[in-house]
Structures are given as C-alpha cells and as structure tokens.
C-alpha cells in the first residue's frame, strides 16, 4: 500500500447526519428554543432572515433536515450569499452532493467574485467523482490571486489525491512558498520523500526548528521515510524509534520499521514489530498483510494465510493481500 501522510482537507465533508427525533416538526418548531423565532415568521413571512435564523440555530443542535427546509425557503426566496453558504453546509452535512453541487453552480454564477462558493464548487466536484472540474476551479482562482497560499495547497492535496505527484509537488512547492507552515510543509516533505528528493530532510529539518514544543512527529517519520526509500536503512531506523519513543501509539512507524528488517532478512525481529503494529492499532491491515510476509517467508503458509485473509478484510482494495492469497491458495 503506498504510504502518505494523512493530510486533512480544509473543509472536512461529513456523510452522516445529525441525530434523529421521534418528534414531530411543528412541535418542534413551537418549542423552545425556536418558538420565538417561529411565532415572528409566521408574523412576518417575507422576512428571509428569520428563516435563516432559525435554521441555524435548528442546525446548531443537529436538527438538520428542519434546517434543510428553512435554508431551502430562504434560498429559493432570494438566493442572497449567506443563504447559500448556509445551504449548501446543510446539504453537505445531509450528504446531497448532487443538490449541493447544483446550488454551488448557481451561487459561482450569480456571485462571480465570492471566491468560497468555488472552493466549495470544487469539493463538491470531488464528493461526485469529478476531478477534472474540481481541478478547474481552483484553476479559476488561482488566476484572480496567484498568491493565495491555500488554493494552492488545496489543489496540490487533489492532484495528490488524482495521482499526479509531479503537480502536486509544484502546487505544494508554491504554497509553502508563499507560506511556510505546517500543512503544506508536511505534505510537501512528504511527497520529497516518496520520490527520493533530499528537498525532504530540508524541509522536515525547517518545522522540526519552528516546533520548539515538538507537538508534530511527522517530519521525524518523514525523514524515517526519505532514508528508507533511498535504503539507508541505519538512519531511518533511527528516526522511526524516535517516532515510537515519542509516541508508543505511532503505527506507522512500526510498520516502517518492521519493512526495514523483513527486507534486512531479520524476520523475527520485524514479526515482533508488525504484531507490536496489530496490538496498537488492530483494525490496521498492513500490520496483518506483512505478518503474512513473515510467516510465508519463514515457511508456515497456513499462518500467512490467515493473516492476508485478514488483511483483506479489514481492507477490500488492498490487491497486494488478494494476490498473497490467491498465490498461497495455488500452492
């Protein structure tokens, strides 16, 4: 499985929503803390504002699919900025992507110069599977204000995300650039690393400085990385016990470390460390899939087996333990 740092997109894109009542809606809405508010559009049913207000404050304790009505009354009313915003929050909250992506081609029409609704344009292009329109809008942004560190970041995380590395590396390169921090920098060292670019350890080295609490271990796991993908296997063992040191729950720095020993031919000693991997985290498939390396490496196939078969289903995409499968299943 190729191995990224996880980094978290700007705008998170929830796909469940809220809690559920057994309560009708209009008893609901008579009650506190929204009868107040309900008694003043029924008083005033032309005042937009209070529809959103109280969808916000319906919102505000995860009573979404009300609030999905008063965003939607207040949107198709007079279709203003904050109403869009508000609506199209709700609607990715619900997990509509097909109706938030259909107001957002709306909103980027009707407001050209709000830079946000082609932000969320793009996310919302994500969530439906179009990558090539997501990448457009930023595209568009970037042409209004080429210095605008988190569109480029944003983008360098998609083109991540749609394969392209060398583009990514260029979005990234630009956006720590212009702005130095931890989120691109990260991303960026992280990508230096897989592609056995020594612009990592620089990098890593520059946060590592900047973190004077050490409240990050990434640019030591990182660097562990870098080491391990050129094959000098002293150094990157070192920082990946760093890693463990600082934090005992770090499993990706046991399964880093274990690769390093299982290809040193030291296959005792990288199983202790991929089962150290399952006992911290045992929902991690790699922890199992290289279990099963070892085991087949030292000649017990049927404990191979059950670890890939473990694997797998702890992970459906993950061809490697298929294929260890069905290689076992044809001997």
């Avoid at 029924?42 to 209070?50: A, S």
């Avoid at 009300?66 to 009354?73: G, K, P």
Wanted: aromatic share 10%; net charge negative; proline share 3%.
């Amino acid at each position: 499985m190729t191995r990224w740092i996880k980094t978290q997109w700007l705008v998170a894109i929830l796909l469940f929503a809220g809690c559920t009542t057994d309560q009708a809606p209009n008893e609901i809405l008579n009650k506190p803390p929204y009868a107040g508010v309900t008694d003043s559009i029924k008083r005033f049913p032309d005042n937009t504002e209070l529809l959103l207000i109280r969808g916000n404050r319906l919102s505000q304790n995860n009573q979404h699919e009300l609030a999905y009505q008063d965003y939607r009354r207040a949107w198709r009313r007079d279709s203003s900025e904050m109403a869009g915003m508000l609506f199209v929050s709700n609607l990715l909250m619900l997990n509509r992507p097909q109706e938030a992506l259909e107001l957002l081609e709306s909103a980027v029409r009707k407001f050209p110069e709000n830079p946000e609704f082609r932000r969320r344009l793009s996310e919302a292009y994500m969530a439906n599977g179009k990558s090539d329109e997501a990448l457009a809008q930023y595209d568009d942004l970037l042409r209004v204000d080429s210095s605008n560190f988190e569109t480029w970041y944003e983008k360098g995380l998609l083109l991540m995300n749609m394969g392209d590395s060398a583009g990514a590396i260029d979005a990234l390169a630009r956006s720590y650039a212009l702005q130095p921090l931890t989120m691109n920098g990260v991303a960026l060292a992280n990508l230096y690393a897989e592609t056995r670019n020594p612009l990592a350890l620089q990098i890593a080295d520059e946060l590592m400085r900047k973190d004077t609490l050490m409240e990050s271990l990434d640019p030591i796991y990182i660097k562990g990385v870098y080491y391990s993908n050129t094959r000098q296997y002293a150094q990157a063992l070192e920082q990946f016990e760093q890693c463990i040191r600082a934090d005992w729950k770090f499993t990706d720095a046991y399964i880093e470390k274990g690769i390093i020993l299982y290809e040193q031919k030291n296959i005792d000693e990288a199983l202790q460390t991929f089962k150290l991997a399952s006992t911290v985290s045992s929902a991690n498939p790699d922890a199992y899939y290289w279990q099963g390396r070892c085991y087949e490496m030292a000649g017990k196939k049927e404990d191979a087996m059950d670890n890939y078969i473990r694997a797998y289903s702890l992970d459906k995409t993950f061809t490697q333990a298929k294929d260890a499968i069905e290689r076992l299943r044809k001997q």
